[in-house]
């Protein structure tokens, strides 16, 4: 080799290495412009080391000029080449990537190969773009490329991710010998459908051998996704029975599932799995755990997790996740501190982080203090606020009494208002008692969203309220009619690791007599405490058969479910109760008796918060 040849070679290289120390689209341009004053650029190795750094920078910038400079400065690119920008554009934009590959068909000799089609399917993918999707299946198989697996496996997913779950399963059925991506590709798709039960028997029929930790978090997230969070949990148990150790995303999915379900002390084996395998607690971690013990009404673990496991500067969806903990436990003082303790960190707000402080401020009627965060989010923050912020708003006012200013509120709205917004208004106008206006948001309400239970359930509880017995009976008819059915109250306990369900007026726990039996010896103390039940007429005329007789007989199964945890746990335990709806009256004044007489803490997480009861009070104030 010459000393010319070794003096350029290693010039290139110098040239090359600058690349990795530019963080900016000038520094970029001085290195494209040394390239082309030396002739590094007619080098095809020197061109796809340059689009290659590029593509793969974080910056959306980068990629950009890579587009622009491979349109207008390569001349006749090779197959290498088009498929190198076809996948690097492909993620942040998908679109380009796509524009791309119709302008290789239009070249002069174009080039394409098996690995052409995976990348530009991912990028159908991204988009959830179903036409092009089948255009591209049409265009491989023409080519001769229908048998490729690997095309065929980017096909599966690619029909998943728009939704064409029975498109996708008629490829996947073709394949003689699906591989793993195969497997894993056909039960997302299902999964993704809410198809739960043939996702799993796809899954059971998976090889065992061919099984890894995608597949097992595939079929976990979908069963916690479709809302199935005991399911999830026993096959999580599965996944670490069948020697595939769990990664942080299923442990992250099998962790949500925790949160939804309450169960605290499967949370915390997760929570120690994670240490004693030495996991690092990545941001997503940390936001899923601190969300889990929240939701499972430890908020001292979950700022435990946010002080030891996240050292250095926290992202904004961990500040968020303690935000939003704090506002489910109907802490706004601790919400409102953090809230302003993030911004001195240089940490900026996002549209989520400000739901949950309004939400803390809604359920602690900090009123001011939440106006002046939601009237500051589009002026200091640049954040434009959602139809999620303004029904914030309008549950803060509600709740306060505010019901004229609320109603203001709404038409000011430069939105047109949903069912959520005016059923916030509808349940204000229940607590403060404004017959008028609850007639008249009922009615708008029942128009909107005639098939919400809820909806004439509060309208017939508005219409008991003024003593119109004859618009109540109405409201049940309408309802019958309509064929709506009141989502029953539920109640779930985790004890030892199981969860115990419990429906009003439901009798197929396996020691339901036991528990009746139990209920009768707490009810007599609470009557000696000088308690009096209350029964709303309205609710027995809607009610079941079943319901009906459990109402009559004080049996809500919130009721039932601590009944049962003071049958099962040592004396002076915390007794941890879910429940899927907004906790009665009467249910609120039994729990607080029942920590009085018995001594013991109760934490409920009802449908939309926590009531923390000890002695006879509960955090909530009986603001709620």
């Known amino acids: 080799m010459s000393l010319t040849s070794t003096s350029s070679s290693l010039a290139l290289e110098h040239t090359l290495s600058c690349l990795h120390k530019c963080s900016k689209e000038v520094e970029l341009k001085q290195i494209h412009a040394r390239m082309l004053k030396t002739g590094f650029f007619h080098d095809p190795y020197a061109i796809t080391k340059f689009l290659s750094y590029c593509l793969s920078s974080s910056s959306s910038t980068f990629s950009s000029y890579a587009h622009h400079v ?11 080449l088009w498929n190198l920008m076809i996948k690097g554009l492909s993620s942040d934009q998908p679109e380009s990537s796509l524009l791309l590959y119709h302008r290789m068909l239009s070249s002069s000799s174009p080039h394409h190969n098996p690995y052409t089609f995976p990348f530009l399917l991912k990028a159908c993918s991204n988009l959830s773009a179903f036409q092009e999707t089948t255009q591209i299946h049409v265009h491989l198989t023409k080519l001769g490329y229908g048998t490729d697996v690997y095309s065929l496996n980017s096909l599966i997913n690619s029909y998943a991710v728009t939704g064409h779950f029975n498109h996708a399963r008629l490829l996947f059925d073709r394949i003689q010998e699906p591989d793993l991506v195969s497997w894993n590709s056909v039960i997302k798709s299902y999964a993704k459908a809410g198809e739960m039960d043939t996702a799993l028997t796809l899954f059971r029929k998976m090889p065992q051998a061919k099984k890894n930790a995608i597949s097992w978090t595939t079929i976990i997230s979908g069963y916690v996704q479709a809302g199935m969070n005991k399911e999830a949990l026993q096959l999580f148990h599965e996944m670490q029975n069948s020697n595939v150790p769990p990664d942080k995303v299923s442990l992250a999915s099998a962790l949500s599932a925790c949160a939804q379900l309450g169960a605290l002390e499967q949370g915390k084996w997760i929570h120690s799995y994670a240490n004693k395998e030495r996991i690092s607690i990545d941001p997503v971690l940390a936001c899923v755990l601190i969300d889990m013990y929240a939701k499972c009404g430890d908020m001292e673990e979950a700022l435990r997790v946010f002080n030891n496991n996240m050292k250095k500067t926290k992202p904004v969806q961990v500040w968020t996740a303690l935000i939003s903990g704090y506002a489910y436990h109907g802490l706004g003082g601790e919400a409102i501190s953090r809230f302003k303790e993030m911004q001195k960190m240089g940490v900026k707000p996002n549209a989520i982080t400000f739901t949950g402080v309004l939400t803390a401020c809604s359920y602690t009627g900090l009123v001011e203090e939440g106006k002046s ?5 589009e002026r200091d923050y640049n954040v434009k606020p959602t139809i999620e912020h303004y029904g914030c708003m309008v549950d ?3 709740r306060a009494g505010l019901l004229d200013e609320a109603k203001i509120f709404i038409q000011k709205m430069p939105m047109k208002p949903n069912a959520v917004i005016w059923g916030s208004l509808l349940k204000a106008c229940q607590i403060h008692k404004n017959i008028t206006l609850g007639e008249r948001i009922g009615e708008i309400l029942i128009g909107m969203d005639p098939n919400h239970g809820g909806r004439y359930v509060h309208m017939a509880k508005i219409h008991a309220m003024g003593k119109k017995w004859d618009k109540a009976a109405e409201t049940r008819r309408l309802m019958k009619e309509q064929g709506v059915v009141k989502v029953p109250g ?3 306990i985790s004890l030892e690791g199981t969860t115990h369900e419990f429906t009003a007026g439901d ?15 707490v009810t007599r103390k609470l009557e000696g405490n000088g308690y009096v039940p209350e029964l709303e007429d309205m609710l027995l005329d809607l009610a079941g058969d079943e319901e009906r007789e459990a109402i009559v007989q004080h049996q809500h199964s919130e009721k039932l479910a601590v009944t049962y ?3 099962k746990t040592k004396p002076g335990t915390t007794i941890r109760i879910m429940k899927n709806l907004r906790v009665c009256k009467d249910c609120h004044r039994v729990m607080k008796l029942i920590t009085k007489i018995y001594k013991r803490d109760i934490v409920m997480r009802d449908r939309t918060r926590f009531h923390h009861f000890r002695d006879g009070k509960c955090t909530c104030g009986d603001y709620w």
């Not at 009798?507 to 010896?521: D, P, Y």
């Open 373 to 377: 965060v939601f009237y500051t989010m």
């Open 507 to 521: 009798r197929s726990h396996a020691e339901i007599e036991k528990i009746l039996t139990k209920w009768r010896a």
């Open 70 to 80: 491979f349109l207008n400065s390569v001349d006749r690119p090779d197959t290498f």
């Open 396 to 398: 803060l006012l509600g």
């Open 490 to 492: 539920c109640s779930t």
């Open 565 to 567: 945890g003071l049958m």
